[in-house]
Protein backbone atom coordinates (compact mmCIF):
# COMPACT_ATOMS: atom_id res chain seq x y z
CA UNK A 1 0.00 0.00 0.00
CA UNK A 2 1.48 3.70 -0.71
CA UNK A 3 0.78 5.96 2.66
CA UNK A 4 0.88 10.00 1.37
CA UNK A 5 1.73 12.14 4.56
CA UNK A 6 2.58 15.88 3.41
CA UNK A 7 2.86 15.22 -0.40
CA UNK A 8 5.35 12.06 0.30
CA UNK A 9 4.62 8.76 -0.57
CA UNK A 10 5.62 5.97 1.88
CA UNK A 11 5.74 2.21 0.92
CA UNK A 12 3.52 1.16 4.19
CA UNK A 13 2.91 -2.05 5.75
CA UNK A 14 1.62 -3.25 9.04
CA UNK A 15 2.36 -6.22 11.36
CA UNK A 16 0.21 -9.52 10.20
CA UNK A 17 -2.68 -9.17 12.65
CA UNK A 18 -6.19 -10.17 14.22
CA UNK A 19 -8.34 -7.69 15.55
CA UNK A 20 -11.57 -8.03 17.52
CA UNK A 21 -13.99 -4.85 18.08
CA UNK A 22 -15.38 -3.90 21.41
CA UNK A 23 -17.91 -1.29 21.90
CA UNK A 24 -16.56 1.81 20.25
CA UNK A 25 -12.64 -0.02 20.80
CA UNK A 26 -10.62 -2.33 18.22
CA UNK A 27 -8.09 -4.47 19.64
CA UNK A 28 -5.84 -5.27 17.72
CA UNK A 29 -3.21 -8.23 18.19
CA UNK A 30 0.35 -8.37 16.60
CA UNK A 31 1.14 -12.50 16.82
CA UNK A 32 4.63 -12.36 15.19
CA UNK A 33 5.95 -9.67 17.85
CA UNK A 34 3.43 -10.79 20.59
CA UNK A 35 1.95 -7.54 21.28
CA UNK A 36 -1.93 -5.89 21.42
CA UNK A 37 -2.75 -2.28 20.95
CA UNK A 38 -6.49 -1.07 21.77
CA UNK A 39 -7.56 1.54 19.69
CA UNK A 40 -10.10 4.05 20.56
CA UNK A 41 -12.81 5.17 18.22
CA UNK A 42 -11.07 7.19 16.55
CA UNK A 43 -7.74 5.44 16.07
CA UNK A 44 -9.80 2.23 15.02
CA UNK A 45 -11.53 3.87 12.03
CA UNK A 46 -8.26 5.76 10.52
CA UNK A 47 -6.84 1.85 11.19
CA UNK A 48 -10.16 0.23 9.07
CA UNK A 49 -9.38 2.55 6.49
CA UNK A 50 -5.80 1.89 6.47
CA UNK A 51 -6.84 -1.73 6.14
CA UNK A 52 -9.26 -1.71 3.41
CA UNK A 53 -6.29 0.50 1.50
CA UNK A 54 -3.96 -3.12 2.00
CA UNK A 55 -6.73 -5.05 0.97
CA UNK A 56 -6.89 -3.43 -2.38
CA UNK A 57 -2.87 -2.60 -2.87
CA UNK A 58 -4.56 1.09 -2.90
CA UNK A 59 -3.55 4.53 -1.99
CA UNK A 60 -4.16 6.47 1.53
CA UNK A 61 -3.30 9.83 2.28
CA UNK A 62 -3.38 12.30 5.03
CA UNK A 63 -6.27 14.45 3.19
CA UNK A 64 -8.65 11.56 2.75
CA UNK A 65 -7.86 10.54 6.56
CA UNK A 66 -8.45 14.58 7.17
CA UNK A 67 -12.02 14.88 5.09
CA UNK A 68 -13.43 11.69 7.21
CA UNK A 69 -12.58 12.53 10.65
CA UNK A 70 -14.04 16.29 9.72
CA UNK A 71 -16.85 14.51 8.29
CA UNK A 72 -17.73 12.07 10.86
CA UNK A 73 -17.03 14.00 13.50
CA UNK A 74 -18.62 17.71 12.50
CA UNK A 75 -15.72 19.72 12.98
CA UNK A 76 -15.40 23.27 11.47
CA UNK A 77 -12.97 23.61 8.83
CA UNK A 78 -10.48 25.59 11.13
CA UNK A 79 -9.71 22.29 12.79
CA UNK A 80 -8.28 20.92 9.74
CA UNK A 81 -4.65 21.51 10.67
CA UNK A 82 -5.34 20.30 14.12
CA UNK A 83 -7.03 16.79 12.83
CA UNK A 84 -3.95 16.62 10.18
CA UNK A 85 -1.11 17.07 13.41
CA UNK A 86 -3.08 14.21 15.64
CA UNK A 87 -2.90 11.92 12.08
CA UNK A 88 0.68 12.67 12.03
CA UNK A 89 1.29 11.80 15.71
CA UNK A 90 -0.51 8.82 15.13
CA UNK A 91 1.69 7.21 12.17
CA UNK A 92 4.46 7.91 14.55
CA UNK A 93 3.16 6.50 17.16
CA UNK A 94 2.40 3.10 15.08
CA UNK A 95 6.13 3.30 13.83
CA UNK A 96 7.33 3.45 17.78
CA UNK A 97 5.44 0.72 18.56
CA UNK A 98 6.94 -1.31 15.44
CA UNK A 99 3.56 -2.13 14.33
CA UNK A 100 3.53 -0.55 11.23
CA UNK A 101 6.90 -0.09 8.05
CA UNK A 102 7.17 3.10 6.02
CA UNK A 103 9.86 3.74 3.67
CA UNK A 104 9.59 6.85 1.15
CA UNK A 105 9.08 5.97 -2.26
CA UNK A 106 12.00 7.55 -4.58
CA UNK A 107 10.58 10.08 -7.08
CA UNK A 108 10.45 9.12 -10.50
CA UNK A 109 12.89 10.44 -13.06
CA UNK A 110 10.65 13.91 -14.60
CA UNK A 111 13.35 14.20 -17.36
CA UNK A 112 16.60 12.80 -18.55
CA UNK A 113 19.67 15.15 -19.10
CA UNK A 114 20.67 15.40 -22.21
Not at 28 to 36: G, H, P, T
Not at 70 to 87: A, C, H, S, T, Y
Not at 88 to 112: P, R
Amino acid sequence: MTLILSDVKFNFTTEAFDFETVNDETILYFKDIKKALVLNNTCSMIWKMIAEAQQKDGELNDESITDHLMEQFRLPEEMRRNVKNDIYELFQNFLAEKIVHMSVIAEENKGVCA
